[in-house]
């Protein structure tokens, strides 16, 4: 409440301090990017004819675009996965006493405390023929023949939305925590139900969270290279697997660049979307 | 439009709460409140205001006891199926709905449509007096102006029940004042039973017809403002409510009426035993409140020596030191002329009438 220094300008401040981050970004991901953005424009494995046929191909090719739609699908599939489990999860955390809560943050917490290798062999062992899964189920009499888990799409969601789950649960559980429950009880006091209070305040108070959650999810889990290559195998291919595959197997480096910035702006379509949605929700809740 | 009857009355009976914790917070409260009064729970922080207001609201269900609105048993019902109105002390607005929106959600919520909706937070936009709101978001919006939206929004389903917890601390002065005004016109046109949650024994004395006085989770007594404010049940009423001395004594004689005390501080005085019967030669606490004290000149009374006197506008209140060492308050209405007291003058005090000066068994 006290009076601003009047002439000074925030956003003026400390700009050097920015420097070094800014020279890293510079040398480690600008350039690189523009290499590949370079790369990417020529028409030879040479690098000797600059042209579009790379696009040309990739936008062309039923098998290319193929991959990428399945990519994105498989994103929207894990986010909606984490969202669905994660969403429960957080509510449940700001409605129970703090032994509780801490015991949830630790479970949610702990797939990051442990590598992301070991987890996607996990699932393997879960989800193979001779699986957890397969074997409980088997001995109870429930199923016959083991059923096909491993390699599959479903298989791929469970266990990347397992891996990915701290970054949906987090944010949505700061997003709800700064609802004031008092809006819970007044809605309650007005005559709303608990869906209409769901609905009308909860949710709409926590986009802010879900966006965040979401926009994480999403972007973690179309980039996730071993755990889609680990759980998918060789029968399902997706964009990192298939540019790795353009690079480093057939050293097809344009290719694998056109790839890349295809798949970069991709993610940014998808994610601007989510921001934009996020700016739009940002008229809520506030200060 | 909803039509529930408004101005129901409303009994706590016999209601106790234990949190899961173990806290006791509230044993065996007994209120039995009339149709349209307004009533004020008044206590210290702590001492269970809210969880009575949270168990009448239904958002709490109580170890023990009834709640009785009008007259049926409630304590089945959760809080959506109440009707209770409830005024939250930090307002609790919806932060992401419009002023009309806010208002017309218990509306809503009931299924009335959206133009009946929007008239009728016209009507009680003007009702509390602001409009030219109903687009704005409560956060654009002073602190006064949001409780007026509060009050609305809780008025909007014609609850039979009003519950506010706090609803002025956190106003400034004048603010304050303006909403007591406000809410006191609003519960007289719209004759709904209220209840007003406050630590402010001003406001619990000027707002209320009757005020229920809470410590540590008991009720200590409810009464009229000036039951509350001229008979104390209990020492802590007595403390509590206004401010007041307390002169330690022995009690010489006494019947139901009347006992005669001798004050540690020197002199024989009537007094009136507030809690019932006292026994001779019991220790007692006597409370005398500044305003109830005189100076006399002859030697009835008890001797003191003035220390600092403070001019407080339209009242001077003089420091006194008497015999055994203790200081008293005394309060005098200020004439145009007030006799000035020098600091250190001799003089004698006596309290203006028997039944202004309370008696209660000593504690410890
Ligand atoms: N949710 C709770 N769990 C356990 N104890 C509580 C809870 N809420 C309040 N209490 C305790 O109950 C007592 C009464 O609290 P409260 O009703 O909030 O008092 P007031 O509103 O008069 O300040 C306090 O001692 C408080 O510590
Ligand atoms: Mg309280």
């Known amino acids: ?287 | 439009m909803v039509d529930a009857p408004s101005g129901r009355s409303l009994v706590v009976d016999a209601v106790t709460h234990r949190y899961p914790s173990g806290a006791l917070a509230v044993e065996n409260i007994n209120l039995d409140i009339k149709g349209g009064e307004i009533i004020a729970l008044l206590g210290p922080s702590g001492c269970g205001k809210t969880t009575l207001l949270r168990i009448i609201a239904g958002f709490i269900a109580q170890t023990q006891g009834r709640i009785i609105i009008g007259d049926g048993i409630v304590d089945a019902l959760p809080p959506n199926r109440r009707s209770v109105g409830i005024v939250f002390q930090n307002y609790a607005l919806f932060p992401h709905l419009s002023i009309s929106e806010n208002v017309s959600y218990g509306l809503a919520a009931r299924g009335i449509d959206k133009a009946d909706r929007q008239r009728e937070a016209q009507r009680l936009l003007e009702l509390v007096q602001l409009p030219t709101m109903a687009e704005r978001l409560p956060r654009q919006l002073s602190g006064g102006q949001q409780q007026r939206v509060a009050l609305a929004r809780a008025l909007a389903i014609r609850p039979s029940i009003l519950l506010l917890d706090e609803p002025f601390a956190a106003l400034d002065k004048n603010l304050r004042l303006d909403m007591q005004i406000e809410v006191k016109r609003l519960q007289r046109v719209s004759g709904i039973t209220t209840l007003i949650v406050t630590h402010d024994q001003e406001e619990a004395l000027s707002m209320a017809d009757r005020v229920a006085v809470l410590s540590h989770g008991k009720l200590e007594q409810f009464g009229t403002p000036s039951d509350v404010y001229d008979r104390p049940q209990t020492l802590f009423v007595n403390t509590f409510v206004g401010s007041t001395n307390r002169m330690p004594g022995v009690v010489v004689s006494a019947d139901r009426a009347a006992a005669k005390v001798r004050l540690d501080a020197g002199a024989e005085i009537i007094a009136r035993p507030a809690a019932g019967a006292l026994t001779e030669g019991g220790r007692v606490t006597v409370c005398i409140r500044p305003e109830h004290l005189q100076f006399v000149g002859d030697e009835t009374g008890f001797a003191g020596v003035v220390g600092m006197s403070l001019p407080l506008g339209a009242t001077v209140v003089h420091e006194v030191t008497t015999a055994d060492g203790s200081g008293v308050k005394v309060s005098q209405a200020r004439f145009g002329e007030t006799r000035a007291l020098e600091s250190g003058a001799a003089v004698r005090l006596a309290p203006l009438a028997p039944s202004l000066a309370n008696a209660f068994p000593a504690t410890l």
């Open chain 1, 1 to 287: 409440m006290g009076a601003a220094p009047a002439s000074r300008d925030v956003t003026s401040y400390g700009m050097g301090l920015a420097v070094p981050l800014a020279l890293f970004f510079l040398v480690f991901f600008v350039a690189p990017l523009l290499q590949l953005l370079w790369l990417s424009l020529h028409n030879d494995t040479a690098g000797l004819h600059w042209g579009l046929s790379q696009y040309q191909h990739f936008l062309t090719d039923p098998f290319s675009l193929g991959v990428l739609g399945s990519t994105l699908l498989l994103g929207a599939e894990v986010t909606l996965v984490c969202l669905m489990l994660g969403f429960p999860l957080a509510w449940l955390y700001q409605r129970v006493g703090p032994r509780l809560q801490t015991i949830i943050i630790l479970i949610v917490l702990l797939p990051l405390l442990t590598s992301v290798v070991v987890r996607t062999f996990a699932w393997i062992v879960i989800l193979g023929r001779q699986g957890i899964i397969n074997a409980t189920l088997q001995s109870l009499g429930i199923i016959n023949t083991p059923l096909k888990l491993l390699y599959t799409q479903f298989g791929v969601v469970i266990a990347l939305a397992q891996v990915q789950m701290p970054l949906m649960t987090l944010p949505l559980i700061t997003a709800l925590g700064r609802i004031d429950p008092n809006l819970d009880d007044a809605s309650c006091s007005l005559g709303a139900g608990s869906w209409r209070t769901f609905f009308r305040i909860v949710l709409p108070l926590s986009l802010p969270g879900v966006i965040a959650g979401c926009t994480l999810t999403y972007a973690a889990a179309i980039t996730a290279f071993i755990t889609q290559s680990l759980v998918g195998g060789g029968q399902m291919l997706f964009m990192p697997m298939y540019l790795y595959q353009q690079a480093s197997t057939l050293q097809n480096w344009p290719f694998a660049a056109a790839i890349s910035i295809i798949f970069l702006l991709a993610v940014l379509a998808v994610v601007s979307v989510f921001t934009t949605l996020g700016r739009l929700s940002r008229g809520y809740g506030g200060t």
